[in-house]
Nanobody, 121 residues
Framework: QVQPVESGGGLVQPGGSLRLSCAASGSAISILSMGWHRQAPGNQREMVATISSDGSTTNYADSVKGRFTISRDNLKNTVYLQMDSLKPEDTAVYYC??????????????WGQGTQVTVSS
């Protein structure tokens, strides 16, 4: 298992924007879906956004629809999360995941180490 590498978190004021990136690493026959989850203190981890292998299908949590946009670059094996109109309730640790197929081990899901997003004035 090779952990995807996340970047782009930080502190931003309400109404501001951030862009998260997550680069998959390690060998894979195929990378399938990718996405983002988040976990705020005292809360369970929740799905934020997912994207299909070819990028044609996306899903969002109701709380972020219209504000967040997920995309991916398959040449770079990277998934992005553009977060606009951020609210204090978006404050959380954001985790990316990569689901794919590896030779020998078959279907796998790798999770990133998490990146902190804090929305505060």
């Amino acid at each position: 298992q090779v952990q995807p590498v996340e970047s782009g978190g930080g502190l931003v004021q309400p109404g501001g924007s951030l862009r998260l990136s997550c680069a998959a690493s390690g060998s894979a026959i195929s990378i399938l879906s990718m996405g983002w989850h988040r976990q705020a203190p005292g809360n369970q981890r929740e799905m934020v956004a997912t994207i299909s292998s070819d990028g044609s299908t996306t899903n969002y949590a109701d709380s972020v629809k219209g504000r967040f946009t997920i995309s991916r670059d398959n040449l770079k094996n990277t998934v992005y999360l553009q977060m606009d109109s951020l609210k204090p309730e978006d404050t959380a640790v954001y985790y990316c995941y990569v689901r794919g197929i590896r030779s020998g081990t078959g279907l796998y899901t790798d999770w990133g180490q998490g990146t902190q997003v804090t929305v505060s004035s």
